[in-house]
């Protein structure tokens, strides 16, 4: 792939993956904000094992809270590599590739560990519209996230290689 290639696809998918994980943080932080909001009248009115559950949210089923911490959590880590990501590309040099590609790798994973509690989430049923919405986007963020490291890895491959047939130290 060629340099430029490289470069323009990773910038693009790194700001489409900024613009989602905004949204994605948006609606994790307002589903917490609900819950926290109005959970102590909701659990007043419910049964024992109800009271024992340490995270209870009146919306979405029993991996919503799960969902939602795990959610917010690889929207903020995802904010930031995107935006650490932007400026690694910018200076395209062989050690800010390698940054980038590792905090993207890490936030692939922890995207990936929350599409997988909105399939456990969707497996259930019996969830508000803004979860559907929240689940799409990190459903989405992980397939684009994907394209985003494998976009990194090529451009790190094509600096490394650009560097050796420069006669650069690697």
Known sequence: MAAGAAKSVAFGLLILNLVLYILVSILAAWALNYGVDNTPQTVLEMSIPAHLFPIYFPIGNMATPFFIV????????????????????????????????????????????????ACKEINIGGRDRNLRALETFTIILSGTQLFCTGAIHAGVTDAMDRQRNHGGRV
């Open 70 to 117: 795990f959610s917010l959590i690889a929207g903020l880590v995802g904010l930031a590599t995107s935006i650490a990501g932007i400026n690694n590309i910018l200076q395209w040099n062989v050690p800010s590739l390698h940054s980038a590609a590792c905090s993207s790798f890490i936030t692939w994973g922890l995207t990936l560990l929350a599409m997988g509690l």
